[in-house]
């Protein structure tokens, strides 16, 4: 066997050069293995397969870029899904270039609801915060100081 080739590869399957395997991906992406499995299972990725082994070539790897890419803007796997199929056959371009007018229109508004809500809801638990502060003897200015410094200990 030559240096550096992986012993779980069959030798009726030689992987190409330019592939990662699932635990590669998982790690270069910041993603679960669960996470790549699932997103096979919706049709999202195909890997190519030996066995049980997964390897990801570079079509694989640029479909993860835009999954990735169309959950930070909010999308769900099924807009995301019908966003990759409807590109052309050429390389994979960006996922931004695949949205048209009306799809970006409609997620900043569902993005500026949910911030709204969450805004409304932080102000809510705000208050909430400072009637049990005051009700408990505790100065306000306490109380911010505490949950700022909690807050900060948990982004370690």
Known sequence: MAMG????VSKMFEAPQDVMTIGEM???YGVTLRALRFYEDRGL??????????????DAR???ELILKGK???????EIRDLIANQSAEPMQSFELSLDETQILAQLSLLQRQRDDIERAI??????QE???????VP???????????????AR
């Open 5 to 8: 080739q992986n012993p779980s």
């Open 26 to 28: 998982a790690r270069e």
């Open 45 to 58: 990725l195909q890997p190519i397969r030996n066995g049980v082994t997964r390897y990801y070539a570079a």
């Open 62 to 64: 640029a479909r993860l």
């Open 72 to 78: 930070q803007l909010g999308f769900t796997l099924t």
């Open 123 to 128: 102000e809510e638990l705000r208050q909430t």
């Open 131 to 137: 009637r049990l502060a005051g009700a408990n003897g």
């Open 140 to 154: 306000h200015a306490a109380v911010i100081a505490v949950a700022g410094a909690s807050a900060g200990a948990g």
